[in-house]
Antibody
C-alpha cells in the first residue's frame, strides 16, 4: 500500500523558515518524480514544485521560486520542501504527491502569522 | 503559463443526474490532463488521467473526454458519495496548473 506521510508544519512568523518532510512507503520511491502542492484555507489547489526521480530536474511555481527548495533523499525514501522568507500568503495545507498525483499524503498545515 | 479555465464553479445536482464539468486549456496540452476529486477534510484523489483513462478503483460512472482544448469529466448517474470538489490539472509543462475547481452539491 502506497503511503505518503508529511510532517514539519506549524505556526511561524513572517520571514521565518520551515522544512517539510514527506516519508514514502509502499512503492519504489527512487523511480518516481514527486510534487508539492498546497491549498490555502477555503481555496483551490496550487502546484508549487516538482523534482525528478533522480533529482536531475526541479521546477517551481513563480509564487515560490527563489524562496522554496525541493529536494529528496532516495536512501531515506523522503521528500523535502525547504521554505524560506515565509509570507502570510504561504499559509496553506501542504501535500506531497507521487508521480503526477497518483497518490497524495494527508497534508501538513503551515500557518504564517505574526 | 497554461491557464486552465474550469466551469462551472458550483454545480447543484440531484441524485441520479448526469453531470459534466469542463476545463478549457489556454494552450495545447494534448492529453496531459488529470481530474481529481476532493472531499471535505480529505486529500485529493486521482479520478482520470490522460484525459480519458479511469484511475484504479474509480467507479465506471465516471468518464473523461476531450474535444479540442475542452476537457470534460462526466458522472453518468450521480450518487451521494460523489458530492465533492473536482479539479482538473494540466501536466503538459511546468508550471503545472489546476483549474479553479467545481463544487458539486445536492440540489
Amino acid at each position: 500500500e502506497v503511503q505518503l506521510v508529511e510532517s514539519g508544519g506549524g505556526l511561524v512568523k513572517p520571514g521565518s523558515s520551515l522544512k517539510l518532510s514527506c516519508v514514502a512507503s509502499g512503492f519504489t520511491f527512487s523511480s518516481y518524480g514527486m510534487h508539492w502542492i498546497r491549498q490555502a484555507p477555503k481555496k483551490g489547489l496550487e502546484w508549487i514544485a516538482l523534482i525528478y526521480y533522480d533529482s536531475s530536474n526541479k521546477y517551481y511555481a513563480d509564487s515560490v521560486k527563489g524562496r522554496f527548495t525541493i529536494s529528496r533523499d532516495n536512501s531515506k525514501n523522503t521528500l523535502y520542501l525547504e521554505m524560506n522568507s515565509l509570507r502570510s500568503e504561504d499559509t496553506a495545507m501542504y501535500y506531497c504527491a507521487k508521480n503526477w498525483g497518483d497518490y497524495w499524503g494527508q497534508g501538513v498545515m503551515v500557518t504564517v502569522s505574526s | 503559463d497554461i491557464q486552465m479555465t474550469q466551469s462551472p464553479s458550483s454545480l447543484p445536482a440531484s441524485l441520479g443526474d448526469r453531470v459534466t464539468i469542463t476545463c478549457r486549456a489556454s494552450q495545447d496540452i494534448g492529453n496531459y490532463l488529470r481530474w481529481f476529486q476532493q472531499k471535505p477534510g480529505k486529500s485529493p484523489r486521482l479520478m482520470i488521467y490522460g484525459a480519458t483513462n479511469l484511475a484504479a478503483g474509480v467507479p465506471s460512472r465516471f468518464s473523461g473526454s476531450r474535444s479540442g482544448s475542452d476537457y470534460s469529466l462526466t458522472i453518468s448517474s450521480l450518487e451521494s458519495e460523489d458530492m465533492a470538489d473536482y479539479y482538473c490539472l494540466q501536466s503538459k509543462e511546468s508550471p503545472l496548473t489546476f483549474g479553479g475547481g467545481t463544487k458539486l452539491e445536492l440540489k
